[in-house]
């Protein structure tokens, strides 16, 4: 089984400044990978931005990255530049072999103008 | 066009009423997922398929069922509905044959279902 857990329900964060989620995760599979989803109000599922869990660097996306700490079972979010339309739920996810999903229970992400 | 749609997008339904969400689409995936969020507890897996014979339980598939009536639709039915089963409802695609290895999954827009 895996599990995911969001420690923040909530967060804020001035525009234009940096913020990071949090995201610990357990699973038992050597072969697994890692998602940030972004659900906005508009409620659509947006995929942030993907990591291989045999890739050691980090994966980025424009002004998002991550810090993957794999003997930690830590994927974190790091928004730079924040923007207004970043307000959104933010869930982390991870799939094993079976390429089921298993998320987290999200963050609220507001950002302050 | 939206390449996964789902119908309806939102739905209030009586208890004990059948009721079922359709998945269409056309990004030419070969594996398609249902999913239900409910609030504080993140998006849970009901069913999915690998292929149009291949369907499997998610973690909280009772009180459901689905059909694959072809590679590009997947539905999801509540044969009585029940108020506990008020959720959002999301249907999901992903390529297994795709370059890239993680087999990443693209939702549709989502149902908003009410069973009142």
């Known amino acids: 089984a895996q599990t995911v857990t969001q420690s923040q329900p909530e967060m804020s964060v001035q525009e234009a400044e940096t913020v990071t989620l949090s995201c610990t995760y357990d699973?038992?599979?050597?072969?697994?990978?890692l998602f940030w989803y972004k659900q906005p109000p508009s409620r659509q599922m947006i995929l942030v931005i993907r990591?291989?869990?045999?890739?050691?660097q980090n994966a980025t996306e424009n002004r998002f990255s991550v810090n993957f700490q794999k003997a930690a079972k830590s994927f974190s979010l790091k928004i730079s530049d924040s923007q207004l339309g970043d307000a959104a739920m933010y869930f982390c996810?991870?799939?094993?072999?079976?390429?089921?999903?298993?998320f987290g229970s999200g963050t609220q992400l507001t950002v302050l103008p | 066009d939206a390449d996964v749609t789902q119908t309806p997008r939102n739905r209030i339904t009586k208890t004990g009423k059948r009721i079922m969400l359709e998945c269409s689409q056309t990004?030419?995936?070969?594996?398609m997922y249902w999913y239900r969020q409910d609030p504080g507890l993140g998006l849970r897996l009901i069913y999915y398929?690998?292929?149009?014979?291949?369907?499997n339980k998610g973690e909280i598939s009772d009180g459901y069922s689905v059909s694959r009536q072809a590679q590009a639709k997947f539905s999801l039915s509540l044969e009585s509905a029940i108020p506990n089963q008020t959720a959002l409802y999301f249907c999901?695609?992903?390529?297994?044959?795709?370059?890239?290895?993680?087999?990443?999954?693209?939702f549709g827009p989502g149902t908003r279902l009410t069973v009142l």
């Open positions: 398929s690998f292929d149009v014979k291949d369907i």
């Open positions: 699973t038992s599979e050597s072969d697994y990978y």
């Open positions: 990591q291989e869990a045999y890739k050691q």
């Open positions: 990004k030419g995936h070969d594996r």
């Open positions: 996810a991870v799939s094993g072999s079976a390429r089921q999903l298993t």
């Open positions: 999901a695609t992903s390529d297994s044959r795709a370059p890239d290895p993680t087999d990443t999954q693209y």
